[in-house]
């Protein structure tokens, strides 16, 4: 059973920076594409970024240049540095992988 875990959401004033991570079980994510979306109020998931199993990364334009994807296979993890973060990217944080979705973080940029 693959089980997804997100971590590192916070509060953090406009154009701070924060790392989210993913953290998998049941799934070894360097095999995988691993995808992440978030979810704003009335709003459905929105894509912003993802990485395939060899590497490739693809941005949203909305985060491109400011936020980026890696994956730590040691931890079998994936991390999304999020830089010059931005009120509208004020949202609950997903990842993706192997048809699972995670609980979810919550990232509030606020002053």
């Known amino acids: 059973q693959v089980r997804l875990v997100e971590s590192g959401g916070a509060l953090v004033h406009p154009g701070g920076s924060l790392r989210l991570s993913c953290a998998a079980s049941?799934?070894?994510?360097?095999?995988?594409?691993v995808d992440w979306y978030r979810r704003t109020p009335g709003r459905q998931r929105d894509w912003i970024t993802g990485?395939?199993?060899?590497?490739?990364?693809n941005y949203h334009d909305s985060v491109k240049g400011r936020f980026t994807i890696s994956r730590d296979d040691a931890k079998n993890s994936v991390m999304l540095q999020m830089n010059n973060l931005k009120p509208d990217d004020t949202a609950v944080y997903f990842c993706?992988?192997?048809?699972?979705w995670g609980q979810g973080t919550q990232v509030t940029v606020s002053s």
């Open positions: 993706f992988a192997a048809g699972a």
């Open positions: 049941g799934v070894i994510l360097s095999t995988v594409a």
């Open positions: 990485i395939s199993g060899d590497g490739r990364t």
